[in-house]
């Protein structure tokens, strides 16, 4: 069968980037870096943020005055006369008290803004670990795309030593048809690990945001790690964005509660006005000169309002709220179990890989030594082709082993960051303009007017 040298050379040099680190090759550190300033679910959620942020302009216009202005014409024609009036006014009205609605929607909306940002945190956590297992994915799909080239090579070998035996009278027909038959395989098992190569390439580049080039060699993230796992829990449960972020909404949560307790109290109201009216009046017996009458008046009034009973919907809203509380707090213990869960299962993870590696690296090895032994034999009588041919199997197969592990190794080290709440681009050193999602807090939380963004828009 014909071999294809050129894809071999792609390939091979594709995985040479695993142990080589070419000027131009990307690296982990960078791919993260372009992932955190570029991926489109990141900036999804940061734009999520920025409408969390307005909840709290809008719950403080509680305290703000509403001033309207009103304006009427009127044409009145009856019998011949036409008569002109029409008035125009100015209202304001200010809110004085009211049961400290306005100052705990207020609270509520800052705790929410602030759960907002710790989730927005997470968030990039999740982002920058699913890059760091794009890229992982890629090199290992890569490497084995590599080992299947050569598994190809070296049966095509095979076939081609088993037909020249058999013309000779060596061999037989049974070993021609089994190399022939491990070939076809072989072809199969290339067409998939290209195809795997091209859905890891595509997972990279929705989450990087760039097509994977040359890709450095990646390495686990241990100079980042604590000592234990022990410790590993404690800082997840004490730092991970997702707990920080139950918490504030908690707060919120109180603070609604109280809001709509509020309901139940008295409000108070001042109001004040000015309008001006006038009036175009026909002359006597109608042909005479119109005259036009004008008035003036301004008023200025409180009003207080004591609710006594609302069918209910007030007591219902207030204990909807605290069942809405309760659960937030509950939501606080579940979110706990889940950061201690995630971070057992990555580090048990990541020691396992480290010595699936370890075992694996001997495995191929040994094989490697089998095959070798194995071919020798064959060639003095002692083995069968079927002997080599499982032979370069186990061969493949630890090879393939080791790639996949050492990917493991890696992608679960950044599990564990993840998991612990560490996985940060301040942390990692990425050479990034650091997201602040309270910029945009600060220019809109006092904004009294204006329709137009912070950025423009």
């Not at 125009?88 to 759960?115: C, M, Y």
């Not at 060699?217 to 590993?232: E, I, R, T, V, Y």
């Amino acid at each position: 069968m014909a071999f294809d040298a050129r894809r071999k050379l792609i390939l091979l040099a594709a995985a040479a980037g695993l142990w080589a680190a070419p000027a131009s090759a990307e690296t982990l550190m960078g791919a993260l870096a372009k992932a955190y300033s570029h991926n489109a679910s990141l900036n999804h959620a940061r734009a999520g943020v920025r409408v969390t942020d307005e909840g709290v302009a809008i719950a403080k216009s509680g305290w703000r005055p509403v001033i309207g202005a009103t304006a009427g014409v009127t044409h009145t024609s009856n019998d011949g006369v036409h008569i002109n009036s029409g008035s125009f006014g100015v209202q304001i009205q200010q809110s004085l008290f009211d049961g400290f609605q306005t100052l705990n929607s207020v609270r509520t909306a800052e705790a929410r803004v602030h759960a907002s940002n710790e989730s927005l945190r997470n968030t990039e956590q999740d982002i920058l670990f699913n890059a760091a297992a794009a890229y992982v994915d890629v090199l290992r799909d890569r490497q084995i795309a590599v080992f299947r080239e050569r598994n190809l090579a070296f049966l095509g070998e095979q076939v081609r030593a088993a037909s020249s035996r058999f013309e000779v009278g060596e061999g037989t027909r049974t070993d021609v048809a089994q190399a022939q038959a491990q070939q076809a395989a072989a072809v199969a098992q290339l067409s998939a690990a290209r195809a795997q190569v091209q859905v890891s390439e595509a997972a990279y580049l929705q989450i990087v945001g760039d097509r994977p080039g040359r890709l450095q060699g990646a390495s686990a993230a241990s100079k980042f790690l604590p000592g234990s796992m022990d410790q590993a829990v404690t800082i997840g449960l004490s730092e991970h964005p997702a707990i920080r972020a139950t918490l504030h909404l908690v707060d919120a949560a109180a603070f609604a509660v109280k809001a709509q307790e509020g309901q139940l109290l008295p409000q108070v109201t001042a109001q004040a006005g000015v309008s001006r009216s006038f009036t175009d009046l026909p002359g006597v017996g109608g042909g005479g000169t119109a005259s036009s009458g004008t008035s003036s008046s301004a008023s200025v009034g409180l009003n207080l309002t004591v609710p006594i009973y609302s069918g209910g919907r007030t007591s219902a809203l207030v204990r909807q709220a605290k069942e809405t509380l309760g659960q937030a707090r509950i939501q606080v213990d579940v979110t706990s179990d889940q950061i201690r869960q995630a971070v057992t299962a990555a580090w048990t993870q990541y020691l396992a890989a480290q010595q699936v590696v370890a075992a694996n690296r001997e495995l191929v090895s040994a094989a490697q030594l089998a095959l070798n032994g194995v071919s020798e034999e064959r060639n003095v009588g002692q083995r069968t082709t079927l002997d080599v041919l499982n032979a370069q199997a186990d061969v493949i197969a630890a090879q393939i082993n080791v790639a996949s592990a050492e990917r493991d190794v890696v992608a679960a080290s950044y599990a564990i960051l993840s998991a612990m709440g560490r996985l940060s681009p301040q942390r990692l050193g990425l050479d990034v303009a650091i997201h602040d999602a309270y910029e945009h807090y600060d220019a809109v939380k006092n904004k009294w007017i204006g329709t137009t963004t912070p950025d423009g828009r």
